[in-house]
């Protein structure tokens, strides 16, 4: 039986599979009247929208995905393109943050909408990382998960005990993912810079992720100000996982840096063990798969 993990963040939804490793922005729009529009699109309920990179070409309409329950809402859409895109699964696993606790059921059964015959499985956000980095780390005993995606910062603190992980602690930090760092570089831009200071933060990541911006055909190098971003943004979220975590952010021998923010934090904030998975960005999406392989065995 096919097993399916998928990452459902603000910036995008990452999917793992035996064979498939997919990325895309989380995007959707209402798709346009319009036969002869080239895009991608997919049919949800009857109605067809644009997911993904091709919503820019139909950027009027948007539909804006602010919070946690938005991104609940519009998950079937997501899970749907996957599926047009790669075939059906007989286990679907996903997860949400660990402050998200009480949409559980209504997040199952927006995903069962569109996979009836699936076996859906949700976990906290972090489960998912610990399970790809315990799968290669038989030795740990105690751990922290530090997700870092688009908007949010999701940690998890765990323990084995007896040969079963536990969870401890988890918490969600809003507003400290990696748009804080663009935010920073932003604020940082001079006054000859001020034209950039007027884009949203959103057009700006793929700006931030380059280290330049291509205007009128000139390349204008960034790089000087993302690093400037970077370095603020480690020393204020790990002053912020400080102060949330207080004696877990202590006592913890080994932290695990994942998601795509794990790319600008380094190692020597955190005078710890630190754990980088490769391609830290699918960590939880593979976590999600090897969750769903147990469950399939």
Known sequence: MRVLGIDIGFGSVKVYSEGVEYKFPTAVAYMPDDEVMEVERVNVGGRYFVVGRDVKYVASYKIEIPGVKDLIRWSGVFLKYVLDKFGEFGVVVSGLPPNAKRHVSEFEAVLRSVSRDAKIKILPQGAGILYDVVSREASLSEVMVVDIGYNTVDCLVAEKVEGVWKKKRGITVEGFGV???????????????????????????????????????????????????????EEVLVGRLKAELSDDFRSVESVVLAGGGAYYVSDKHFGKKIMKPEKPEFSQARGYYIAGQSDND
């Open 179 to 233: 748009m804080k760092a663009v935010s920073f570089m932003r604020e940082l831009f001079s006054s000859k810079m001020e034209f950039f200071k007027n884009w949203s933060v959103s057009r700006l990541v793929e700006a931030f992720e380059v280290g330049y911006v291509v205007v009128d055909g000139e390349r204008v190098d960034l790089s000087g100000y993302k690093a400037e971003a970077v370095k603020r943004y």
